[in-house]
């Protein structure tokens, strides 16, 4: 991660569930990956919020809107029925819904795990 371009974060949720992503290299791919939010760096002279709704459409497939602002390169947006009818898996990723209680048996990336353990009251 660039200190002078951090990478930022988006809690997505819906149903009092966060939505993770866990991809792997291909499909026999046998190395434990983390589950992790969505998340990437921003292009020169572009919102954060612009780069949240772009980095979702690239991951998922769906346009976001609402973007909340957390704290420093952390975000939130809830998903509607629509978001979630119309999300696209990629191949070797996974995306899935978990309670906080159930985030808390994953293995996470540390910035997720970060992200979680200050603003979990978001789910």
């Known amino acids: 991660m660039d200190a002078l371009n ?10 009092n ?10 499909s026999i791919d046998e190395e434990k990956h983390p589950w992790c939010l ?9 919102s954060f919020e612009n780069a949240m709704s772009r980095w979702v459409e690239k991951e998922m497939g769906i346009k976001i809107e609402n973007v909340e602002y957390v704290s420093d390169y952390c975000y939130h947006a809830r998903l509607t029925d629509d978001n979630v009818n ?12 978990f309670t906080l209680k159930e985030v808390k048996n994953l293995f996470l ?10 603003y979990g009251a978001l789910i």
């Open 6 to 15: 951090p990478k930022s974060l988006v809690l997505l949720t819906y149903k």
């Open 17 to 26: 569930k966060v939505l993770l992503m866990y991809k792997s290299n291909n």
């Open 38 to 46: 969505i998340g990437g760096i921003k292009e020169k002279e572009e």
């Open 86 to 97: 119309k999300i696209q898996r990629a191949e070797n990723q996974l995306l899935d819904f």
């Open 109 to 118: 990336s540390n910035t997720t795990a970060q992200f979680i353990s200050k």
